[in-house]
């Protein structure tokens, strides 16, 4: 039964508060860091927006739709291999991280995390989405990340016929919240704009910033709103089950509280109710970590890597986070009032 | 049943004798049957000395409640102090049956006897009684309470736990629920009380659950002394009852380091479930331990599934706390009242694997449905699962002492010749 020191040092952590500060670190380093030299890489699974011209990386989403506008034939011949190797460079990210990119390192997650502060600051309340529409809307990021890969892939190519107009490059950029909002935080404001070229671009552009909009009212009224809907995260989730990085649940050990549901920013069901899984990434998780901490059954939640446990659910590093002191320090402080109480009787 | 004054008088006074009676006779076999009780349990034999004789919590307005679905932290943080009334007591359970058909649970007469005599436990007067709806016999009690003219409330549980219906529906009673209390106590519910409420609930669930973490590693303690502590959980001031579990489990380690353990190293390790053993009713964790078993664990709604659950807030505010606190009523609840009742076969197993369980013992109060009708599917698991099972329907009735003893004897010794 007893633990390692170290590892009871950990499990007892606030990992949330820890995450504030990578969240604050990584956000100066995607939106500043070109400005210092510094460059990670192209194929990022996080909203890195090279529009944004501090930007040290960019966007996988970006690299995808730009390598798939290109024809069949070319796909085959080293144009492919193009796009297997960005392919390998965005996996070679993620699986050290698996969806903790979204949860730690996305910029425009961050962002919604910031706006979630705002508003609690000003003291209102949140909104989730009751079952049902969780269940309908929960496909549109799958939709978008399909429509992403196949409209770029029609301005070469035809469908049925059909051909997509060259306005339509890069289609998810084009409403893409990070590319008008992003480039803000540099003081750059040119994003902010409707492209008269043709009716094509009038209509992308004015859906961008109508996209935009939505984000910043979306994510005052509701957690992590646009990770919701967002095609990075569908992609990610493709892949999510090679990564080293994991969260894993013992269903015998849930009681099905549900205090994981209850602080679950993207709101997941599965993360209580689901006691079979013993993977528990769903497609919307980000791996905050949040649940695991909220968790206060022993060992019931678990991340790891590459199979070594990194942070676990604990009793007792539930109660020291939620009451902020550990069990010693509070009797002390009330023994002494009881007493007298007692006493006077 | 309107009676006339003097039979009330008569029936209050000989009630009150024949309770002092019952609880300081079950108290004296707790304490004086057995040597060596920790001396951190004095504490709580005290508070029922006290129980008759105390006036509990004077000048404060109390909340009685008669179930583990009543939210605590909502009654401390509106300025109440909530003592559960569920009772134990055989000599209540005669007045309850002048109300009620004869095959009742006795858990809900001698309950209705007491609030309607106004013997309480600590002599408490009690502002409001929140009576929840989980089963039959407690919500027709409930329309009787009201002929005999007390300040009942009746809390709608939803008769299922898993469904997003069942959910929205109890945020909605307890909503209207803290409407109640703010109107009998006459204290707002603030974001400040509230946040102090949740977690001084919290610290004793921690501390409960240090206890509980020691009774799955030794045998340092009966379960006739440790139901005696959850049972006091119902009416003790919390933080008293905080710092002195804490000072018992202080104790009860040192017990460990020492290798002092009661029982013997054959005494069959018993987990006890069902209708809840309630101070006095101790007859079966009594006659357990007396006959040589160790009762390690109870799954019983006086015991672990009052205290055991937390609550977690995401946003310190009313509008996510009092969700929060809602849930922390509903979705753990393991009460056979919710359907499915998956959870508590879980539970079950979970816990005969952490307590090293020899044998269950399945206790249902002649009258209790819900137990009785649960008894098979969870016997059938139990059986899978290669645990010995003894199923004993009861009540508060000591005349079927001779029989349980008989049975009880020859379940344990079918258990020691297994290890
Ligand atoms: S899901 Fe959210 S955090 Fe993840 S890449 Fe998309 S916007 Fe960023
Ligand atoms: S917090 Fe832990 S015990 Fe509670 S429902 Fe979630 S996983 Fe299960
Ligand atoms: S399931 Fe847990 S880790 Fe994933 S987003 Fe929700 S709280 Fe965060």
């Known amino acids: ?345 | 049943m309107k009676v006339n004054k003097d039979r009330y008088e008569r029936m209050k006074k000989t009630g009150s004798i024949h309770y002092a009676m019952e609880i300081k006779k079950n108290l004296a076999e707790i304490t004086d049957d057995f040597p060596d009780n920790p001396q951190s349990m004095e504490y709580f034999y005290k508070r029922f000395e006290e129980y008759t004789i105390g006036n509990l919590h004077e000048g404060k307005k109390v909340i009685a409640s008669m179930c583990v679905h009543v939210p605590l932290e909502l009654i401390y943080a509106t300025g109440g102090t909530p003592v559960r009334i569920c009772a134990g007591a055989y000599a209540t359970d005669q007045i309850g049956a002048e109300f009620l058909p004869a095959k009742t649970c006795p858990m809900v007469k001698s309950t209705l006897g007491a609030v309607y005599l106004d013997i309480l436990p600590g002599n408490i007067k009690p502002e409001l009684i929140v009576n929840p709806t989980t089963c039959d016999q407690k919500k027709k009690m409930g329309e009787i309470a009201d002929e005999i003219d007390k300040p009942f409330f009746t809390l709608e549980v939803p008769p299922t736990k898993d469904s997003e219906e069942a959910r929205q529906y109890w945020n909605r009673v307890v909503k209207k629920f803290v409407k109640k209390l703010e109107q009998t106590t006459g204290t707002k519910l603030t974001r400040r009380r509230l946040k102090k409420a949740i977690k001084t609930v919290a610290k004793a669930q921690a501390v409960y659950r240090r206890f509980d973490q020691i009774r799955r590693s030794a045998p340092v303690i009966y379960g006739k002394d440790a139901i005696l502590v959850t049972n006091s959980y119902f009416f003790d001031d919390i933080e008293n009852w905080t710092i002195q579990v804490e000072k018992l489990n202080q104790e009860l380690e040192e017990r460990i380091k020492n290798k002092q353990t009661v029982g013997k190293a054959n005494s069959p390790r018993i987990l006890l479930t069902g209708s809840p053993s309630i101070f006095p009713n101790m007859k079966l964790p009594l006659l357990i331990e007396k006959l040589g078993g160790i009762v390690v664990n109870e799954e019983f709604c006086s015991t672990s599934r009052m205290i055991w659950d937390t609550v977690a807030v995401d946003e310190w505010f009313l509008y996510d706390m009092v969700p929060a606190v809602a849930d922390r009523y509903l979705k753990p609840s393991t009460c056979p009242n919710f359907t499915p009742n998956t959870d508590r076969e879980r539970k079950l197993l979970r816990d005969i694997k952490d307590f090293q369980v020899d044998g269950v013992i399945y206790q249902t109060f002649t009258g209790c449905q819900l137990y009785d009708m649960e008894s098979r599917r969870i016997g059938k698991i139990l059986e899978d699962n290669g645990t010995q099972t003894l199923y004993i329907e009861s009540d508060y009735n000591p005349d079927d002492f001779g029989q349980l003893t008989t049975r009880l004897e020859a379940f344990l010794d079918s258990l020691k010749n297994k290890k």
């Open chain 1, 1 to 345: 039964m007893r633990k390692l020191k170290i590892k009871r040092y950990i499990d007892n952590s606030n990992v949330s508060r820890f995450r504030f500060w990578i969240q604050i670190i990584s956000f100066f380093i995607f939106v500043y860091g070109g400005y210092f030299f510094i460059e990670i890489a192209s194929r990022l699974p996080i909203f890195s927006c090279p529009y944004v011209q501090g930007s040290p990386g960019g966007c996988y989403l970006i690299g995808v739709q730009h390598e798939l506008n290109t024809t069949w034939e070319s796909m085959l011949s080293f144009r492919g291999l193009g796009i297997l190797t960005s392919l390998g460079i965005f996996l070679l990210f993620f699986i050290f991280l698996n969806k903790a990119w979204c949860g730690f390192v996305c910029p425009l997650g961050t962002l919604q995390d910031w706006i979630t502060k705002l508003r609690k600051f000003l003291g209102f309340s949140f909104t989730r989405y009751d079952e049902m529409s969780f269940k309908r809307l929960k496909s549109i990021k799958y939709i978008l990340l399909v429509l992403l890969i196949l409209i770029p892939l029609g301005i070469r190519n035809s469908f049925f016929g059909i051909h997509v107009p060259h306005g339509m490059h890069t289609p998810f950029c084009q409403i893409c919240p990070a590319r008008i909002i992003l480039p803000l935080f540099t003081g750059d404001t040119s994003q902010i704009f409707i492209d008269f070229t043709d009716t094509t671009t009038i209509i992308m552009t004015s859906l961008g910033m109508m996209i935009a909009a939505l984000f910043l009212v979306g994510s005052f009224v509701k957690k992590r709103f646009f990770c919701f809907f967002c095609p990075m995260s569908a992609l990610q989730y493709i892949f999510s089950k090679i990564s080293l990085l994991r969260m894993t649940k013992d269903g015998d050990k849930c009681t099905r509280c549900g205090n994981c549901y209850r602080v679950c920013d993207v709101g997941i069901r599965e993360i209580a109710d689901d006691i079979i899984s013993k993977n528990i990434v769903k497609d919307d998780c980000m791996l905050c970590v949040k649940c695991v901490e909220a968790c206060p059954e022993d060992d019931c939640l678990k991340i790891s890597f590459a199979g070594m446990p990194i942070f676990n659910a604990s009793q007792e590093g539930f109660f020291k986070r939620y009451t902020g002191s550990s069990l010693t320090e509070y009797i002390k402080s009330i023994e002494p009032n009881k007493e007298n109480e007692n006493e006077s009787k």
